[in-house]
């Protein structure tokens, strides 16, 4: 039987990516996504839903995201669902969480808008990658980089 495991959410950071590594050099980012829906009732009340999704991402992708995303910054992720499944140490029951393993992602703002929001930023700002919504998935490490967007027609 066929399956498809796809996932595209667009959200805000909940807090700063947490950046390790494996004692083999691997990188790897956890970071916590706010995905909003808002909509009316039929009564014309306005109504808001916020959903809370754990992110991993790994490798030269979770670098980067570790080292120019911070809470609150707008991003677009791609993935694919993930079950972890582990018993509880201390009540011993089952626990599962379902999450997303990160295949790609796009930065959705410059990065410079909130700077000197809440104390954070208050002068110079890390540089920003060239194209930093160009990353390809790990598997693709081969792939020809993508061409240049200024196109001159």
């Not at 498809?4 to 050099?25: A, H, S, W």
């Not at 490798?59 to 570790?66: D, L, N, P, R, T």
């Not at 707008?74 to 499944?85: A, F, N, S, T, Y």
């Not at 808008?113 to 390809?136: D, H, I, L, M, V």
């Given at each position: 039987?066929?399956?498809?495991?796809?996932?595209?959410?667009?959200?805000?950071?909940?807090?700063?990516?947490?950046?390790?590594?494996?004692?083999?050099?691997?990188?790897?980012?956890?970071?916590?996504?706010?995905?909003?829906?808002?909509?009316?009732?039929?009564?014309?009340?306005?109504?808001?839903?916020?959903?809370?999704?754990?992110?991993?991402?790994?490798?030269?992708?979770?670098?980067?995201?570790?080292?120019?995303l911070k809470k609150g910054r707008p991003i677009m992720v791609e993935g694919r669902l993930k079950?972890?499944?582990?018993?509880?140490?201390?009540?011993?029951?089952?626990?599962?969480?379902?999450?997303?393993?990160?295949?790609?992602?796009?930065?959705?703002?410059?990065?410079?808008?909130?700077?000197?929001?809440?104390?954070?930023?208050?002068?110079?700002?890390?540089?920003r990658p060239a194209r930093p919504a160009a990353t390809a998935p790990a598997k693709d490490a081969?792939?020809?980089?993508?061409?240049?967007?200024?196109?001159?027609?």
């Amino acid at each position: 039987m066929p399956s498809f495991n796809k996932v595209i959410l667009i959200g805000n950071l909940t807090r700063d990516p947490e950046l390790r590594y494996t004692p083999k050099g691997m990188a790897i980012a956890k970071l916590g996504l706010a995905v909003n829906r808002n909509w009316t009732t039929d009564t014309g009340e306005k109504k808001e839903e916020v959903t809370f999704v754990d992110v991993d991402a790994f490798g030269k992708q979770a670098e980067v995201i570790g080292q120019y995303l911070k809470k609150g910054r707008p991003i677009m992720v791609e993935g694919r669902l993930k079950l972890d499944q582990w018993d509880d140490k201390q009540s011993g029951q089952k626990r599962s969480r379902l999450g997303v393993v990160l295949e790609q992602f796009q930065f959705l703002d410059s990065g410079r808008a909130g700077e000197n929001q809440g104390g954070q930023g208050g002068g110079e700002s890390a540089p920003r990658p060239a194209r930093p919504a160009a990353t390809a998935p790990a598997k693709d490490a081969d792939a020809h980089p993508p061409e240049d967007d200024d196109v001159p027609f």
